[in-house]
Structure formats: structure tokens, C-alpha cells
């Protein structure tokens, strides 16, 4: 099975920016951001093909964050910018070897996790 593993959390001030990695032990053709804070359901982040050539935001984060990914190093990429308390929170990334699809149900692949704080 592909092992996940992020890097890259940490503290930051409200408007500052973070970039977090996924490093994968094999390929997977859709990959994911999720997030989880205390005392919330997971949410979903952001999403890419197997490409890199579509991508998908949430809401919440479109036009702050950016995802990307380098298969010839089977790491994919969070940048965050402009954060904001309310992205506190537990970030996974997350795989499957389908398209891309919203749910965290729908993954196979998850990573532990890495804690992002952003302080107001």
C-alpha cells in the first residue's frame, strides 16, 4: 500500500504563509488536503489530478491556497497564504487511485497528519 507522509506544519502569524508537502511511496493518480480542528468533522481542502492539470478548492481557502504536485518525486504541495486563525487545524493528505472525489470516505491513502496553528 502508498505510505503518506506530511511535513512542513507549524506556527504562524494571521496573513503569514506555510507550505506543506506530502511525500507519497508510490503514485497515486488523485491526491487531497484535508483538515480536521478540534472538536470538527474533517473538511475538505483541496484536491489534484493525476496530471496536476485540474484542481479543486474549497471555498473556505480558494484564492489563498495553492496545490500542486511533482510525480517524478511523488510529492504533492500545499501552499497557504494569507492565513487566517480559522485554518487551525490537523492537515492529512490524502490518496486514491480514482479520479478526484471530495469525500474523505472516498481516499485510500492517508498520511498522520501535521498541525498547523495560525495566531491571531
Known amino acids: 500500500q502508498v505510505q503518506l507522509v506530511e511535513s512542513g506544519g507549524g506556527l504562524v502569524q494571521t496573513g503569514g504563509s506555510l507550505r506543506l508537502s506530502c511525500a507519497a511511496s508510490?503514485?497515486?493518480?488523485?491526491m487531497a488536503w484535508f483538515r480536521q480542528a478540534p472538536g470538527k468533522e474533517r473538511e475538505f481542502v483541496a484536491a489534484?489530478?493525476?496530471?496536476?492539470?485540474?484542481?479543486y478548492y474549497a471555498d473556505s481557502v480558494k484564492g489563498r491556497f495553492t496545490i500542486s504536485r511533482d510525480n517524478a518525486k511523488n510529492t504533492m504541495y500545499l501552499q497557504m497564504n494569507s492565513l487566517k486563525p480559522e485554518d487551525t487545524a490537523v492537515y492529512c493528505c490524502?490518496?486514491?487511485?480514482?479520479?478526484?472525489?471530495?469525500?474523505?470516505?472516498?481516499?485510500?491513502?492517508w498520511g498522520q497528519g501535521t498541525q498547523v496553528t495560525v495566531s491571531s
Open positions: 490524502a490518496g486514491r487511485y480514482g479520479t478526484v472525489r471530495y469525500g474523505s470516505m472516498d481516499y485510500d491513502y
Open positions: 489534484i489530478s493525476w496530471s496536476g492539470g485540474s484542481t
Open positions: 508510490g503514485r497515486t493518480y488523485a
